[in-house]
């Protein structure tokens, strides 16, 4: 089961409700992090999440409300048990933003730290990562300083239809594991094709998309997502000209990109301090794309 923990939904300011942002992908064994605000490894510590299944660190900018947290949570990962090694992506600087942020302070040298640093260029779609279940890939963004978007991409999975199966008396059969790669197989001189006997569940795509201006790099990314959780700083109504001047969106401007790409969960985040309660920005992205949730601090979203 995958889930979604939102740790901080904040933006600049952090308020008593909402944290600098932070956003956990709960896959199997592992916590994929993205972004990781002032406060994040309180924040994992009151959703009682597992601090050594955070492995792997994926930054969207170097803006403070982003990162922050980062040196905490480094700290203290370099003394949790059995983590040795932690894997950092970021844009173009990171490098640099990361030796200059050990330096300015005793810092634990036990953590290795394995950096990464991307540089997608317009309408490119870059592959961060792989594993032999997902991918990550990233897009460059429009904000004020180099950003990235990211997407987690489950891949498709070939599974055995335990019924054909069984109708040909096949359930204990090493032949199924041919059939399940996809490779036709023999029975008693008969050809049976792997489409006859399996049948192929299709990966999830949740794409994280923080600070920006509406641009090619987001739709080119988020279109068929299952989930997409992406910024939504301020209330188009009320201050669209902010979300200008500042580079970020409305939550108007975020659902019509929900709309538009055929996305099927949309949930926001990253508020401004202005709004005491995220009910108006939940109205206003929802009267164009109704399944949209405003997240919350310590939400957790299980992702079917
Ligand atoms: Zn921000
Ligand atoms: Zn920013």
């Not at 970021?90 to 634990?108: E, Q």
């Not at 790669?181 to 999830?204: A, H, N």
């Amino acid at each position: 089961m995958m889930k979604l923990h939102f740790l901080g939904t904040g933006c600049m300011m952090p308020t008593k409700e909402r944290n600098h942002l932070a956003t956990a992908l709960e896959y199997e064994g592992e916590m994929l992090l993205f972004d990781c605000g002032e406060h994040t490894q309180l924040q994992i510590k009151k959703m009682k999440l597992a601090l050594g299944k955070f492995r792997k660190i994926f930054i969207s900018h170097w803006h403070g409300d982003h990162v922050l947290g980062l040196p905490g949570l480094l700290m203290t990962l370099a003394n949790t048990q059995g983590i040795e090694e932690v894997e950092i992506h970021g844009p173009k600087g990171t490098s640099d933003y990361l030796h200059h942020m050990r330096k300015s302070m005793i810092f634990d040298s036990k953590l290795s730290l394995k950096i990464f640093e991307h540089e997608p260029k317009e309408r490119e779609i870059l592959t961060v990562d792989e594993s032999p279940e997902y991918c990550i890939k990233c897009v460059k963004l429009n904000h004020s300083v180099p950003c990235i978007a990211y997407s987690f991409e489950q891949k498709d999975v070939r599974n055995i239809d335990k019924d054909k199966a069984k109708l040909l008396g096949l359930e204990q059969s090493p032949l199924l594991a041919r059939s399940k790669l996809g490779l036709d197989i023999e029975l008693e001189g008969k050809r049976i094709p792997s489409e006859d006997l399996t049948y192929v569940k299709k990966g999830k795509k949740i794409c994280f998309v923080f600070d920006t201006r509406p641009c090619l790099g987001i739709d080119l990314l988020v279109k068929n997502a299952d989930y997409l959780i992406m910024e939504a700083t301020y209330i188009f109504d009320q201050h669209a000209d902010k979300a200008q001047e500042y580079d970020h969106m409305s939550a108007k401007e975020t659902a019509e990109i929900a709309l538009r790409n055929n996305v099927q969960n949309l949930v926001i985040t990253h508020f401004s301090q202005r709004y005491k309660d995220t009910k108006d920005i939940e109205a206003e992205a929802k009267e164009i794309f109704e399944k949209t949730c405003a997240a919350y601090d310590l939400m957790s979203l299980p992702l079917r």
